[in-house]
């Protein structure tokens, strides 16, 4: 007897969650995994209704691993993308959010969307060059649309502002327990130039930078990955987008390495957002480069006994030297450029 295969199993049960929506079968040999994502499962299949063909996309958690704690879960996701959809936010459509009947774990099936993620090519491929003279622009008004969605539209989520940004940025490198000055000269930069606390929260996308959205020679196609998806400052995603790690080498465009600060304060402003002082975006530029740094090492300590060896977690660990001295540059000049 032959034992199917989990590829064979996971096609078997899209099989009968496609024909269950209306848009058919299946198409044999479709299913592909994907490459990206340490906690989710992305597949890449089709199916066909007869008539039409249906290019869609599953995002999952096996039931066999959980959700990252620092991440919204799938269903939150998916939900956090039907939001942003309605609002003008490029997004593709959701078709389906996983349930316990369809045995898949948890995620959700959505229309998959062409372009390209792919941060060096979309920034070095000639093909690309037409769209990367708006992209900073483009990143801006879709901001200022995804600040502007209505708290009540949005799923539960919770709420940080820089203070409990900080406070959880701290206890993450306090438990490293090493001893690094330049994180810790950056951590009291933070306390000593810390913006006001906002009387309303705004929805925070929590890692809009280039790589994590689909672009094609057009422009900006859909963002993706709401996964560390908060409610808090708006100038939060604006910081991160010009964190020096996104710009993936174009050190001298800060907006994702396409354009430059004031090209996507003039798209946020022009998307509805309020025009924003420079300045406070380089508050959270300074957070999101700390953030990046202490993320990188972790990824250089020693996996956990059992864990499989990675060297993605080694390249990325390496990079904690980069993320110092993109601190002390800015630290040292009060760049807001």
Known sequence: ????????????????????????????????????????????????????????????????RPAASEQVGPETEA??????????????????ILTEADAMGQGFIAERVAGETLARKILRDPRFAPARGRLAWQCGEILARIHAIPLAQLPPLDTAFAPQRMAA????????????????????W??????????????????????????DETGIRTVLDWELAHLGDPLEDLG????????????????????????????????????VDPQAVLYWRVMGSLSWGIKCHQMALPVAQGAALSVERAMIGRRVSECEL????????GATQ
């Open 169 to 188: 940025l701290e206890a993450d490198y306090r438990g490293l327990q090493v001893d690094r000055p330049v994180f810790e000269l950056a951590f009291r």
């Open 240 to 275: 991160w987008l010009t964190v020096n790690s996104w710009r993936f080498g174009q050190r001298d465009l800060p907006a994702g390495g396409f354009g430059t600060v004031a090209q996507l304060i003039d798209g946020y402003h022009s998307g509805g957002g309020p025009r």
């Open 326 to 333: 993109d601190l002390l540059d800015m630290l040292g000049k």
């Open 79 to 96: 939900r956090l993308f039907i939001a942003a959809r309605a609002h003008g936010v490029p997004e593709p459509r959701i078709h389906h």
């Open 190 to 215: 933070l306390r000593d130039h810390a913006p006001p606390v906002l009387s309303r929260p705004v929805l925070v996308h929590g890692d809009f930078r280039n790589g994590n959205l689909i672009i």
């Open 1 to 64: 007897m032959t034992t199917a295969t989990p590829d064979a199993i996971l096609a078997t049960q899209l099989d009968a969650v496609t024909a269950r929506l209306g848009l058919g079968t299946t198409v044999p040999g479709s299913l592909v995994r994907l490459t990206g994502g340490a906690s989710y499962e992305t597949w890449s299949f089709d199916a066909h209704d007869g008539a039409t063909a249906h290019p869609l996309i599953l995002r999952r958690v096996p039931a066999d």
